[in-house]
Each structure stands twice: as structure tokens, then as C-alpha cells.
């Protein structure tokens, strides 16, 4: 089952903090976060995994809870390198599939 | 170091044709995701392969659809008498190993259009 992710967009100016959801009805092993910008290829953010262990980039924050099944991704003080549609793949069982969201929209202003 | 390659960028092909994707991943990965992203949708898995062991291949939608990986690096991505529904853009991915913890590198993506 493809995972929920909320909001569908979101339209900030810069400076602002937003937070894009994820939610599976499945029990999950991995989490997995990738943004996309328009005509390119999903670039990688960070990985969470079951038991705490995260992997991805300095500047990005997220969590994982485990017994709810869902991910959230905290963007804070957002620059304009952040628009893009942001996508979480869901991994369940450890079998190395990620099943993926339908992505957050995320427009970033001046 | 070089990215991971596709190609081509673009592909228009009659409905009924068979058509091939490459994809060249980055050196010394030994995992190798093709994935189908339909316009304005997330990422559908279709097939991953790891070293020289047989592919999961649970994720292609029919049987049109086949994919080889030669010597544990190129693979191509082969869909046979294409239909309409086929149009999306396919991304390649490449990662160190296999496992939950690795990062997927992804290409530029092939877009196919079916007319």
C-alpha cells in the first residue's frame, strides 16, 4: 500500500520552517526521503531506520515512529533551494522494496 | 566521479514496438533499481538486481516488461508490443550494496512516449 504523505503542497516564504508527513498502514522497517526538482532526478535526504539509526545530510531533520508507522521531515529556516516535491519511500519487511508517496509540493517565495 | 547514465532522454515510439532502456550505473555499485514514474506520481518499483544474483522482479506490471543486468553493471530495460499506458518517465538508481541503510543514486530518467 502506497504510503500517505501530507500536505499534498505547501507554499512558504523564505525563512519559514514547514513539516511534510508520511504515513503507512503497514509496520515498517525503513524509511526513506528524496527530493525532486522539476525535469531532474530525485536527489537523497535521509534514511531511518527501524531501532533509530539515521543516515542523510547535516542540515535536514526528521523522525520516525515506529509503533504509529509514520515519518515526518522537518525543513527549518527553508532557503529557495528548497522548492521541489519531496517523496518518502516506505520499506517494509526488509526486503529492499520502497514503496513510495505521491510527494509534497514545496514552493519556497522570497 | 561519473553519475549514473541513461539513455536515451527520450524516447517516441508506436503503440505495438518493442523499445530498449539502458542504464549505466555508477562504478562499483553493485544494486541497480528501475523505477516508473508516471506524470505528477511518485516512483513505482519494477525490478532491482544485486551482483550476480537473481532479480527480484515483483514489481513489473506485466510481462511485456523484462530487464537484464550484464556483468554486474549495465542493464537494460526491455517492454515489448508498448501501449499507451506504458508513457512515463524510467528512472535507474544505483547503490553501494543492497540493504535498507543505502542511499539510491538516481539517473536523468528515460521518458518514453507511446503514441
Known amino acids: 500500500q502506497q504510503p500517505v504523505q501530507s500536505p499534498q503542497a505547501v507554499i512558504l516564504r523564505e525563512g519559514e520552517d514547514a513539516v511534510i508527513n508520511c504515513s503507512s498502514s503497514k509496520a515498517l522497517y525503513s524509511v526513506h526521503w528524496y527530493r525532486q526538482k522539476h525535469g531532474e532526478a530525485p536527489v537523497f535526504l535521509m534514511i531511518l531506520l527501524k531501532g533509530g539509526e539515521q543516515k542523510g545530510h547535516e542540515k535536514i531533520s526528521a523522525s520516525f515512529n515506529e509503533k504509529k508507522q509514520q515519518s515526518s521531515l522537518y525543513l527549518t529556516a527553508s532557503q529557495l533551494s528548497y522548492s521541489g516535491t519531496y517523496f518518502c519511500g516506505t520499506e517494509g519487511n526488509s526486503n529492499y522494496q520502497l514503496i513510495w508517496g505521491a510527494g509534497t509540493k514545496l514552493i519556497i517565495k522570497p | 566521479g561519473a553519475g549514473v547514465s541513461q539513455s536515451p532522454s527520450n524516447k517516441v515510439t508506436e503503440k505495438g514496438k518493442d523499445v530498449e532502456l539502458r542504464c549505466d550505473p555508477i562504478?562499483?555499485?553493485?544494486?541497480l533499481y528501475w523505477y516508473r514514474q508516471s506524470l505528477g506520481q511518485g516512483l513505482e518499483f519494477l525490478i532491482y538486481?544485486?551482483?550476480?544474483?537473481?532479480?527480484?522482479k515483483s514489481g513489473l506490471p506485466s510481462d511485456r516488461f523484462s530487464a537484464e543486468r550484464t556483468g554486474g553493471s549495465v542493464s537494460t530495460l526491455t517492454i515489448q508490443r508498448t501501449q499507451q499506458e506504458d508513457s512515463a518517465v524510467y528512472l535507474c538508481?544505483?547503490?553501494?550494496?543492497?540493504?535498507?541503510?543505502?542511499?539510491?543514486?538516481f539517473g536523468p530518467g528515460t521518458r518514453l512516449t507511446v503514441t
Open positions: 538486481f544485486q551482483g550476480n544474483s537473481a532479480p527480484d
Open positions: 562504478s562499483g555499485h553493485t544494486a
Open positions: 538508481a544505483s547503490s553501494l550494496a543492497l540493504g535498507s541503510a543505502y542511499e539510491q543514486y
